[in-house]
């Protein structure tokens, strides 16, 4: 596997052109976007992941090379629902999301990261419903499950689809940390979003 960034910008004046398939990773200001975006591409320091929330305010835009696989980029989203971040700088954060999300062709499905010990919030239930809408694949990807007890976790992950209102299918357990659950969440991308293997590689 091999990973890159390729871009970083606050809107679509500077987003790479399109051309490679896209994923997407959404979730709260501190999720661990970045942190889960390493372990999916493979690199331990590709993208910059802070304790700090609010700290993704851009685009990044990382291609990443699979072996049998065709490239995409993976593309780490702007958290939402920081509350020190002024009411206006969190509706243009969100405008730039929503406009990306409904305007990239290359978009081909996103991943929602859901913390698997706190309870889903209405910002995920509606941000689903929302991609549903516009017919945008989504896997969620439930982090930190290298944290409560191993018999408790298929549980929980159950309770946690059935509140998303999510298939089971559609919901994988990960760990950015130990790396658990990272290739049943390619595999699960690769579904929705019609990754083919790649015959050259």
């Known amino acids: 596997m091999s990973a890159e960034r390729v871009a970083s910008a606050a809107g679509p004046e500077g987003f790479p052109r399109a051309g490679l398939p896209e994923i997407a990773l959404l979730g709260r200001s501190n999720a661990g976007k970045s942190s889960l975006l390493n372990r999916l591409a493979g690199r331990r320091q590709l993208a910059f992941a802070s304790g700090k929330p609010g700290t993704t305010r851009l685009f990044h835009f990382y291609r990443v090379e699979r072996r049998g696989r065709a490239p995409l980029l ?12 002024a009411k206006r700088e969190r509706a243009l954060w969100r405008a730039r999301i929503e406009g990306y999300l409904e305007g990239r062709d290359a978009l081909r499905a996103c991943v929602l990261l859901q913390d698997v010990r706190r309870d889903v919030g209405e910002d995920e239930t509606l941000l689903l419903a929302w991609l549903a809408e516009r017919r945008i694949p989504a896997v969620v990807a439930l982090t930190k499950c290298d ?7 298929r549980a929980r992950a159950a309770e946690l689809a059935r509140a998303l209102g999510v ?15 990272v290739p049943d969440l390619w595999k699960a991308l690769d579904a929705v979003s019609g990754q083919a293997s790649d015959p050259s590689a």
């Not at 993976?74 to 971040?85: C, Q």
């Not at 298939?167 to 659950?181: D, Q």
């Open 167 to 181: 298939p089971p299918e559609r919901v994988v357990a990960t760990s950015a940390r130990t790396g658990a659950g």
């Open 147 to 153: 944290k409560p007890p191993r018999a408790q976790l």
């Open 74 to 85: 993976l593309v780490d989203l702007p958290g939402y629902g920081f509350a020190k971040v």
